[in-house]
C-alpha cells in the first residue's frame, strides 16, 4: 500500500541555517504529493504541493521537488527563521480520486536565535 | 471567523462514555475529513464523507462512527470510549474539483483524554 516516511526529529537549528527535511514515498500511479505544516496548537496547514513529476512546489521560501526517479520530496529553505519552528507533515494523495491522503510521521523543527 | 471549526476544543472523558466530536465548515466543500493524531505517528484517517449520503470508512474506523447531518456538518462518536483513543483529532475539508491533488483544510483539533 501507499506509504510515506520522513527523517526523524526533533530537528534543532540556528536563525539562518539551511533546512532540508527528507521525505520519501511508496506508491501505485502518479500520487500527488503536498508538505503541511502545523504551529504550536493548531491545525495543519497547506505549506505547498506537487501534483506531478518534476515538479517544484515553493511557498514562504520553502521548496520542495516531485522526484519519480528516487521516491522523494524533500523540503528545503535557504534561511530559517525563529517562526518557522513546527511540525512539518509530508503526505501523499493517491492517483485514484478520493482525496485520503496518507501523511508520513511528522519532523519537528525547532528554531533558534 | 475560522472556516473549520471543531468543537469541542478540550475534553476529558472517562472509559464507557460516549462521546461526540463536532466539526463545521463555511468553505462549502463536499469532502470532509477525520483523523486522529498520535505522537510519532503522524495523522490517520478515521472516517471520510464525499457527500451527505456517502460516507467511508478509513484506515482505523473500528470504536467510532460518524454522522453527516449536513453539508456543513460532520461529527465523529466514540460510543464507548477507551484510553487508547486517547489523542488529538483533527476534521479537514477538501473540494472535489482538483482530484489527488485537492488541498484540506484543517480545523484547530480537539484533545481528547479518556481516563
Known amino acids: 500500500g501507499n506509504s510515506v516516511t520522513q527523517m526523524e526529529g526533533p530537528v534543532t537549528l540556528s536563525e539562518e541555517a539551511f533546512l532540508t527535511i527528507n521525505c520519501t514515498y511508496t506508491?501505485?500511479?502518479?500520487?500527488?504529493l503536498f508538505w503541511y505544516v502545523q504551529y504550536p496548537g493548531e491545525g495543519l496547514q497547506l505549506l505547498l504541493k506537487a501534483t506531478k513529476a518534476d515538479d517544484k512546489g515553493s511557498n514562504k521560501g520553502f521548496e520542495a521537488t516531485y522526484r519519480k526517479e528516487t521516491t522523494s520530496f524533500h523540503l528545503e529553505k535557504g534561511s530559517v527563521q525563529v517562526s518557522d519552528s513546527a511540525v512539518y507533515f509530508c503526505?501523499?494523495?493517491?492517483?485514484?480520486?478520493?482525496?485520503?491522503?496518507?501523511f508520513g510521521q511528522g519532523t519537528t523543527l525547532q528554531v533558534k536565535p | 471567523d475560522a472556516d473549520v471549526t471543531q468543537t469541542p476544543r478540550n475534553r476529558i472523558t472517562k472509559t464507557g462514555k460516549r462521546i461526540m466530536l463536532e466539526c463545521s465548515q463555511t468553505k462549502g466543500h463536499d469532502r470532509m475529513y477525520w483523523y486522529r493524531q498520535d505522537p510519532g505517528l503522524g495523522l490517520q484517517l478515521i472516517y471520510y464523507s464525499f457527500d451527505v449520503k456517502d460516507i467511508n470508512k478509513g484506515e482505523i474506523s473500528d470504536g467510532y462512527s460518524v454522522s453527516r447531518q449536513a453539508q456543513a456538518k460532520f461529527s465523529l462518536s466514540l460510543e464507548s470510549a477507551i484510553p487508547n483513543q486517547t489523542a488529538l483529532y483533527f476534521c479537514?475539508?477538501?473540494?472535489?474539483?482538483?482530484?489527488?491533488?485537492?488541498?484540506?483544510?484543517f480545523g484547530p483539533g480537539t484533545r481528547l483524554t479518556v481516563l
Open positions: 479537514a475539508t477538501s473540494d472535489s474539483s482538483g482530484g489527488a491533488g485537492d488541498t484540506q483544510y
Open positions: 506508491a501505485t500511479g502518479y500520487p500527488s
Open positions: 503526505a501523499l494523495s493517491g492517483s485514484s480520486n478520493t482525496g485520503k491522503l496518507i
